[in-house]
């Protein structure tokens, strides 16, 4: 049985403060944190959820990747983020059953190694891999 | 604190058969159940993710609300489904706070109790709400 859970669904919204009343208002998830990360040009907050997360994203330029999802597709849901092991094993297997990576070796982000799975080999979804952080 | 957790992403795929190459094989997600909903002109598939599962929906006939969606947005993500212990108590909490809901009152399909959120009050996302069935 692999360890494999889900870290947090993304969720594209045109303000994070309109989102607010609903997720944590009303559906009653504790907001964890927000952040600024310049780098990607959004804005996100994050709602605990079990052993999850909700992951709210708004754009903070109108040029930036997230600014066009949001154009073309508007609000909803963006990515699903699993959380494993061993990313190098993961990436690896995936590529021995032919699955088309985004990113072919891990990327690191705050401490944090994760890598994109393309839509088409999952039959739609953006999906994203987290190395799994063990706390010492 | 609320107890609520995710049961699960349902994902609308074209046919589950192509889909489990990547969810189950390539991502290595066991697969519980599949099951025949003619109710609701679908077929399922559930895999297993921490406490989670990623649900399959693949339509069984062209005119179902599921195959005018897969025509018209194309293959991905379609709700998340969150568990709460008292889906009268979430209802009545959101009504409220003024979400707008599909089914005001619980629904119920396999002994299970479940209610779906309008995606205008949550920010383009379509939410269910199942009750925790609590095991004896």
């Known amino acids: 049985m ?3 859970t889900i870290n947090h669904i ?3 919204v045109e303000k994070i403060d309109e989102a607010l009343p609903f997720w944590r208002d009303a559906l009653g998830l504790p907001l964890s ?3 600024d990360v310049p780098s990607e040009q959004v804005q996100v907050a994050f709602l605990d959820v079990g ?3 909700i992951e709210l994203v708004q754009p903070t330029t109108e040029d930036s990747g ?3 999802y949001l154009a073309k597709k508007g609000a909803g ?3 699903i983020c699993f959380e494993v092991d061993d990313i190098e094993a993961a990436l690896a297997h995936m590529r021995e059953k032919g699955v088309e990576l985004i990113n ?3 990327k690191e982000r705050n401490g944090r190694r994760y890598a994109f799975v393309h839509p ?3 039959g739609g979804v953006l999906v994203e891999l987290y190395e799994r952080i063990i706390q010492t």
């Open 2 to 4: 692999p360890n494999i």
């Open 51 to 53: 052993e999850s997360h």
């Open 10 to 12: 993304a969720v594209v």
């Open 120 to 122: 088409k080999s999952t």
């Open 33 to 35: 944190k927000t952040e």
């Open 104 to 106: 072919d070796s891990p």
């Open 77 to 79: 849901m963006h990515h």
């Open 66 to 68: 997230i600014a066009k």
